[in-house]
C-alpha cells in the first residue's frame, strides 16, 4: 500500500460552510483539505491505496456519497503531471 496525494475539482460549492466541511469530512473518514480559491471548490486527499487510480475512485465514491449537491468534474494530481510531462518529452511536444 502507498500514500498517494491529488486533488479533486468540485461542482455545486458556492462557499464553505460547517455543514459543507462536516459532510465532506464525515463521508471521507477525515482525510481531506476543503478549499475554496476563485470560486473553484477542491478538495485535496492523502489516500493510501494500493495504486492511485484506486485511491482516487474511492475518494470520488466518498465526496459524491456526502448527498451535499457536490460532483466531482476534474482530478489533478503531479503524478499525472508527471507523466504527462514525460509523454510530451518523448513525442517531442513542447509546452509553453
Known amino acids: ?3 498517494h496525494t491529488f486533488t479533486l475539482i468540485l ?12 459532510a465532506l469530512h464525515a463521508a471521507t473518514g477525515g482525510e481531506i483539505e476543503l478549499n475554496l480559491r476563485d470560486g473553484v471548490a477542491s478538495v485535496e ?10 485511491a482516487i ?3 470520488i465514491r466518498d ?3 456526502a448527498d451535499v449537491g457536490v460532483r466531482v ?3 489533478e494530481s503531479e503524478a499525472a503531471n508527471v507523466i504527462a510531462k514525460i509523454n510530451a ?6 509546452s509553453g
Not at 45 to 54: C, G, P, Q, Y
Request: zero cysteines; glycine letters at 4%; a negative charge.
Open 57 to 59: 475512485a474511492t475518494a
Open 89 to 94: 518529452d518523448l513525442l517531442g511536444v513542447t
Open 11 to 22: 461542482s455545486g460549492v458556492a462557499e464553505l460552510t460547517p455543514e459543507l466541511a462536516d
Open 63 to 65: 465526496v459524491e456519497s
Open 1 to 3: 500500500m502507498k500514500t
Open 45 to 54: 486527499f492523502k489516500r493510501t491505496a494500493s495504486a492511485l487510480r484506486d
Open 73 to 75: 468534474v476534474r482530478v
